[in-house]
């Protein structure tokens, strides 16, 4: 006698949407202090899961370009103002160097 097992559909996973999930354990920085980022970036910014230097500083070409792809006007500011190079003097801290290339923090 041969008998077949029931099959079992599982119902994907709802996606969850990047503002849905909360940012790491540790406070988020203060991405206004990079040239070039406002309020509304910064909100851009949070619902795409970005809350810190560290999340910028490790950007990789694909990033960028999805990132891009969210900032409407503002698209292209991530290479033209250097976020990348500013959060990742803002991540290790180094305001002295910071401040001699991009002026003083907010």
């Given amino acids: 006698l041969i008998v077949e097992a029931p099959t079992i559909v599982l119902a994907p ?4 949407a990047p503002s849905d999930v909360a940012p790491s ?4 920085d203060d991405l206004m202090l990079i ?3 406002g309020p509304g970036l910064v909100r851009t910014l949070n619902g795409l899961g970005v809350y ?3 999340d910028i500083a490790s950007w990789m070409p694909e990033d960028i370009e999805m990132i891009n792809s969210h900032l409407g006007e503002y698209r292209g500011a991530i290479i033209r103002d250097e976020w990348i190079q ?3 003097l803002l991540a ?3 305001m002295e160097a910071f401040q ?3 002026g003083h923090l907010r």
Avoid: T
């Fill in 100 to 102: 001699q290339r991009y």
């Fill in 52 to 54: 810190r230097f560290d």
């Fill in 35 to 37: 040239k070039g980022i």
């Fill in 13 to 16: 996973p709802e996606p969850v």
């Fill in 92 to 94: 290790r801290g180094d």
């Fill in 86 to 88: 500013q959060a990742r």
């Fill in 25 to 28: 354990d540790r406070a988020p």
